[in-house]
């Protein structure tokens, strides 16, 4: 029989992102970040390729990824309240981490499942920081996804894309409930 974890498994049945606007500081400091960040990285990765990396935006940075986002958005003819989201989000934020999805080339594993790696690894990050006590969030939005934007305001290179902004600090409320999933309504199970 298997030794259960009965801590972490209600961790995982009531874990609960914090909505990005109600994130205040404190935020993690550099040791806790890099904890976080190695924590994640434990990620399922299939053929150990790695294909992610992680960019750490305090204050500084994400104030001009706000700025540079409102000009992107009036360059693009971006709705204006799509825009201000956006800014809101970067602008707003006082810690993040871009999760980078960085696909290597490989015979075996194909690019798709290393886009899936991405993912688990901002999950990972998500719940990582939440079970450290912080509040977290994973974001993207419409200018995460426009190599114009990514490539000459975040360094990315033409086959990289973001996975996730992951938003840490310290919540100011509790998060409201949300409708969950009717799991036995998209569940199937096969017999033969």
């Known amino acids: 029989m298997p030794t259960p974890n009965p801590a972490a498994l209600k961790f995982l049945q009531t874990r609960r992102s914090r909505p990005a606007k109600t994130l205040t500081t404190p935020v993690p400091d550099d040791a806790t970040v890099q904890m976080l960040l190695t924590t994640a990285s434990r990620s399922p990765d299939h ?3 790695e294909p992610w990396r992680f960019i750490v935006l305090r204050k500084p940075a994400l104030t001009r990824l706000a700025d540079a986002v409102a000009k ?5 003819g971006v709705e204006a309240d799509k825009i201000d989201k956006s800014v809101a989000q970067f602008g707003n934020a006082d810690l993040a981490v871009a999760v980078i999805n960085s696909p290597k080339i490989s015979d075996k594993i194909p690019t798709i499942e290393q886009t899936y790696a991405a993912g688990g690894v901002c999950l990972a990050l998500l719940n990582a920081a939440l079970a ?3 509040g977290a969030n994973w974001l993207s939005g419409w200018a995460s996804h426009d190599p114009a934007f990514v490539q000459p305001h975040l360094g990315l290179t033409p086959h990289e894309s973001v996975a996730g902004f992951i938003h840490l ?3 100011t409320s509790a998060p409201p409930e949300r409708p969950r999933p009717d799991v036995a309504a998209m569940t199937t199970w096969v017999d033969s």
Do not use: Q, V
């Open 132 to 134: 450290a006590g912080w």
């Open 47 to 49: 053929g150990k390729l």
């Open 169 to 171: 600090g310290t919540e």
């Open 72 to 76: 992107f958005g009036a360059l693009k």
